[in-house]
């Protein structure tokens, strides 16, 4: 019973455009959500994150939005770098569940110079 | 200069053996998480403690054991039960009991090859 589903495993864009990340879930009770990045043999580190009573974040050059109603939230990168090159996971939290996460699978982003 | 330690970055061992894999962290961080993660894979949860002395399991214990002696430390030991235990295993921790703050750190990950 996957929760949290990211449905495209790899992505690619252009250096200087924007990339568009999706991840879905089905646990109506998640209400805090987290996107990480993770290189090759390392730890994913945090990237942005949004409770359920927002529908947009902004940090930089990351914004996440969530639609709630459709539970979906996706993470915009632009412009996108080639240092962005990475796996992105989305993750998700409800207060029942304390302070455990629910990951999804994970994109591959390559961003081409 | 705070974070999470994960010692060592790759281990190998032969089947039949348990292997225990240390994190440490300096975060002052109540909760501490065990995943791993297979390969075109996401990250699945092994073992997590909230307190001191206490943890429970995620969705994939078997084959494994941890404690939780300290707040500082959580080894988990891969046990000869585990039947595919080549893969990478990552420790995170966070702190616990403040809504929208679930924010997890990890550390680097150990890769460990069963042979």
């Known amino acids: 019973d996957q929760q949290v589903k990211q449905n495209s495993p790899s992505l690619s864009v252009q250096e200087g455009r924007i990339s568009i990340l999706n991840c879905d879930y089905t646990n109506s009770m998640f209400d805090y959500f987290l996107w990480y990045k993770k290189y090759p043999a390392e730890g994913p580190t945090f990237l942005i994150s949004?409770?359920?009573?927002?529908d947009k974040n902004e940090d930089g050059r990351f914004t996440v939005f969530l639609n709630k109603s459709a539970k979906h939230l996706s993470l915009h990168i632009v412009p996108s770098q080639p240092g962005d090159s990475a796996v992105y996971f989305c993750a998700a939290s409800d207060e029942t569940s304390g302070s455990r996460l629910t990951f999804g699978e994970g994109t591959q982003l390559t961003v081409n110079p | 200069d705070g974070g999470i330690t994960q010692s060592p970055k790759y281990l190998f061992r032969k089947e039949g053996q348990n292997v225990t894999l240390s994190c440490e962290q300096n975060l002052n961080h109540d909760a501490m998480y065990w995943y791993r993660q297979d390969p075109g894979q996401g990250l699945r949860l092994i073992y997590y403690?909230?307190?001191?002395?206490?943890?429970q399991k995620g969705d994939i214990a078997e084959g494994y054991s941890v404690s939780r002696e300290k707040k500082e430390s959580f080894p988990l030991t891969v046990t000869s039960a585990q039947k595919n235990p080549t893969a990478f295993y990552l420790c995170?921790?966070?702190?616990?009991?403040?809504?929208?703050?679930?924010?997890?750190?990890f550390g680097p990950g150990t890769r460990l090859t069963v042979l």
């Open positions: 949004i409770s359920s009573i927002k």
């Open positions: 403690s909230q307190i001191v002395n206490d943890f």
């Open positions: 995170a921790s966070s702190i616990v009991g403040q809504t929208g703050t679930d924010t997890q750190y």
